[in-house]
């Protein structure tokens, strides 16, 4: 089931942008949401039922698995809708559904479609994992779990030889890199609490990335925290110790953040696809793994930390609010025409300006994420250095872009300590 033969590496798809940077990148699978049913219904960024059948035929083109998410939790109303997804996720050749409803399960089955239990659904032992596999080929493990524990559960896999209705072994999941909830697997109520506004339902409000202060209400004393975003756990990262992820047994390592930008699934999906094929071909050492790390930052995070996978007791807290990013972006303007036979990218600047030397970022559709610097600058036709607000600039690529595309300054930003 694996398409490499190696760990899969499953990849965030809010827009085509993101869908088109994962498959550039290396990606064996993307997930994606569709409407309102999925944990990132809030996104103005989901797909719609007519994009189905081209997110399906680019993926193909590339050999790429594709999984639709339907992970909320599901009322009665919602059950029509639900079977109109999964039915049109079919006709377009959807490869599997991510559930934790059994009333979507029994609808993806009925369907003849494949799924994958979502973490949602927490799965935190064998018994769960022999009960679940009569329904789903890919279980996707608790986030609490320690790869110690983990292992135990693939062993036992092995030993008994639990398959799924596919008939093949059942395969283990987890998340490898992103955003973490203080939840257990992401069940959380704090949104619906607050502002009645369901994480359930992929409508989270994310209140606990707000800095709060505790007040004890006896004393009036306020707690002393270190600054320290108590609800906000830092990002998952485990590119350093990816090695014993595999010798774990598990067999898909999904990367979150299908409501981040594209260029986050493209520096990501690079890093660690360069990490698994790197431990295939027996490479993997200490000095990528610092390179990585590095790359990795440059792109939206919290901090960093291994999650409980090394056996940590306690999780760790974001410092503040926003991204640790080295690098961000600065919106510059936006393609005009690409010269197919000079191979000269024509943009209108919109914003700030562009010279010779600057690290830039193209995004699109169908461009997918691009980066390179500028070693050669046309300015309203003539040669030049810079090009300003109101400018019409060339740049020679070795790529196609489209008038949708925007061009980007990449800069580096200082982060907190």
Request: glycine share 8%; net charge neutral; with cysteine.
């Amino acid at each position: 089931m694996t398409p490499t033969g190696t760990m899969e590496l499953m990849a965030p798809a809010g827009n085509f942008e993101s869908l088109q940077a994962a498959l550039d990148n290396g990606a064996d699978s993307v997930y994606f949401g569709v409407e309102q049913l999925n944990m990132r219904a809030r996104a103005s960024i989901n797909f719609t039922l007519s994009d189905l059948q081209e997110i399906s035929d680019r993926c193909k083109a590339r050999n790429v698995r594709t999984y639709l998410t339907l992970n909320t939790i599901i009322y009665d109303h919602d059950l029509s809708v639900v079977k109109t997804l999964i039915k049109q996720a079919k006709e377009a050749d959807i490869t599997a559904v991510i559930a934790m409803d059994q009333a979507v399960i029994a609808s993806a089955r009925a369907e003849g479609m494949e799924v994958h239990i979502s973490t949602q659904i927490n799965i935190t032992n064998i018994e769960t994992v022999r009960f679940y596999a009569l329904f789903a080929d890919t279980l996707v493990l608790s986030r609490e779990l320690s790869l110690r524990q983990v292992k135990k559960i693939t062993e036992q896999i092995e030993k008994e030889g639990i398959c799924g209705p596919s008939g093949k072994l059942v395969e283990i999941e987890i998340f490898g890199h992103g955003a973490l909830c203080m939840a257990v697997s992401g069940k959380c109520y704090m949104s619906l609490h607050a502002y009645n506004s369901s994480a359930n339902r992929g409508a989270c409000k994310q209140n606990c990335r707000k800095k709060y202060t505790v007040i004890d209400q006896e004393t009036g004393v306020e707690m002393e925290l270190d600054n320290e975003y108590i609800m906000s756990p830092k990002d998952l990262c485990t590119i350093d110790f990816l090695d014993e992820i595999t010798e774990a047994g598990v067999k898909v390592l999904k990367i979150e953040g299908r409501g981040r930008a594209p260029e986050y699934v493209a520096r990501v999906i690079k890093c660690y696809r360069e990490a698994i094929d790197s431990i295939a071909q027996n490479t993997y050492d200490k000095e990528k793994v610092i390179q990585w790390m590095q790359e990795l930052e440059k792109v939206y995070n919290r901090g960093f930390w291994s999650g409980y996978y090394l056996g940590q007791k306690l999780g760790e807290w974001s410092k503040g609010s926003g991204s640790h990013a080295t690098q961000k972006k600065v919106y510059l303007g936006k393609g005009m025409h690409y010269f197919s036979k000079a191979k000269i990218g024509e943009f209108k600047i919109e914003a700030y300006e562009v010279g010779i030397g600057d690290a830039i970022l193209i995004t699109g559709p169908t461009t997918g994420v691009q980066e390179l610097v500028v070693n050669q600058l046309f300015v309203n036709d003539q040669p030049g250095t810079t090009a300003q607000k109101g400018d019409r600039c060339t740049i020679p690529l070795s790529f196609k872009i489209r008038p949708s595309d925007k061009l980007y300054k990449i800069v580096e930003q200082k982060t907190e300590a």
